[in-house]
């Protein structure tokens, strides 16, 4: 975990504050659409008011790749600055951690992947502040950038990469669109379920993903349908910050590693394509992890006489049903060309099995599995079925 959590309503306003505790000179990395929204603005006037000069990064605006670490660890390097703030989704954190890393180890952020490089050297000072209720990676030991030479999304674990404060105020997240929203709650979903059901869970991690588990799904259709609604949007901040400290703790598993090879090759957002492989991930390790998927479906379930095993069939059922309310599209609805998506089934197959993640799976998939998972999410449909064969 970070070495300062702060969270709440108006807690954004304390940035400069913990900045002058830290440094002299910010590199704010964020992205126009913070800037338009005012919020880079706010970021500055904070600062100003505990005299800290910034230097600002706004050119993010996909997914976080190699290339937005170079450029950002360039003007850090070039202006004189001694602290990093991150402001935004996930991208600009996971840039920002590994600029932070980069400027005191040195080297190519691919280096750090799979331990080959360890960060012997204190990273530079990191302010992470989300504006999306989802990746939880304001609070996480992992960044995800991809190598844009060989299209693969790079999953990176280290305890370096861990910011020093997070600041996770709900307010920034109102400004969230409906399909952010749906796509970022259904990723912090996904951290809790995987972060619960992974072999490498304990429990601490429990405590925290069963937590985020109930508040997401109790909140995330209010957050979606009404925007404006403070409460739900301050839980669903809560439950992904929880989810984050969960599987940064205790690892994610299959949703994620089929997930990256989807981004990197389809610049399919990290949230939409968790979402899009969860409830068919779910039904394929279902079978492994009948006890913990009853717990999930508990939440789902006011019924106290059900079984284990239908507790485990409902919290299937209903993360399909949640998708479909949520409105997340399959791969072939997403736009991605099935001939192309055939083509490189083989290399996405390959390079989920090499992430590592689904070893830490309920069920353990064969490549060949992950082949067929990935047919079947092409056209996956989220609509269940009841006994007479009715949709609903």
């Known amino acids: 975990m970070p070495e300062i959590i702060l969270y709440g309503r108006g807690s954004f306003e304390v940035v400069g504050k913990e900045a002058a505790a830290l440094g002299k000179k910010a590199l704010i990395i964020s992205d126009r659409i913070m800037n338009d929204l005012g919020y880079v603005r706010q970021c500055k006037q904070y600062l100003e008011e505990n005299d800290i000069n910034y230097a600002v990064y706004l050119d993010i605006n996909s997914e976080p790749t190699d290339f937005y670490v170079d450029e950002s660890l360039q003007m850090y390097l070039q202006t004189g600055c001694d602290l990093i703030i991150s402001l935004g989704g996930g991208s600009c954190i996971d840039v920002a951690k590994a600029v932070a890393v980069i400027v005191t180890n040195g080297g190519y952020i691919g280096d750090y992947m799979g331990g080959n490089k360890l960060a012997s050297s204190k990273p530079v000072p990191h302010i992470s502040i989300p504006t999306t209720a989802g990746t939880g990676s304001e609070v996480s030991d992992v960044t995800v950038i991809t190598n844009t030479k060989n299209d693969v999304k790079m999953m990176i674990k280290q305890p370096a990469f861990i910011p020093t404060v997070a600041i996770v105020d709900p307010i920034l997240t109102v400004s969230s669109p409906k399909a952010v929203t749906a796509a970022t709650g259904v990723d912090a979903l996904s951290h809790a379920i995987e972060a619960y059901l992974s072999k490498k869970a304990h429990p601490m991690t429990d405590v925290l993903a069963l937590s985020a588990m109930e508040l997401i799904v109790k909140n995330i259709r209010n957050a979606y349908n009404h925007g404006e609604d403070l409460d739900a949007r301050e839980a669903m901040a809560l439950g992904a910050m929880q989810a984050g400290i969960a599987f940064s703790n205790a690892s994610v598993c299959l949703v994620h590693g089929m997930s990256r090879p989807i981004g990197a090759l389809f610049h399919v957002p990290h949230g939409v394509s968790n979402a899009m492989l969860l409830p068919a991930v779910l039904e394929f390790s279902q079978e492994e992890c009948v006890e913990r998927l009853a717990k999930l479906g508990e939440i789902f ?42 083509q490189v089934i083989d290399k996405m197959a390959s390079d989920a099995l090499a992430s590592g993640s689904p070893d830490n799976n309920p069920k353990v998939p064969t490549k060949e599995e992950i082949i067929e998972l990935y047919k079947i999410c092409y056209n996956y449909s989220n609509e269940t079925s009841n006994r007479k064969g009715e949709t609903v």
């Open 301 to 342: 379930s006011s019924e106290p006489s059900l079984s284990n095993t239908e507790l485990a069939l409902l919290a299937v059922k209903e993360v399909k049903k949640l998708c479909l309310d949520l409105e997340i599209p399959n791969l072939h609805i997403w736009g991605i060309d099935e001939e192309i998506f055939n």
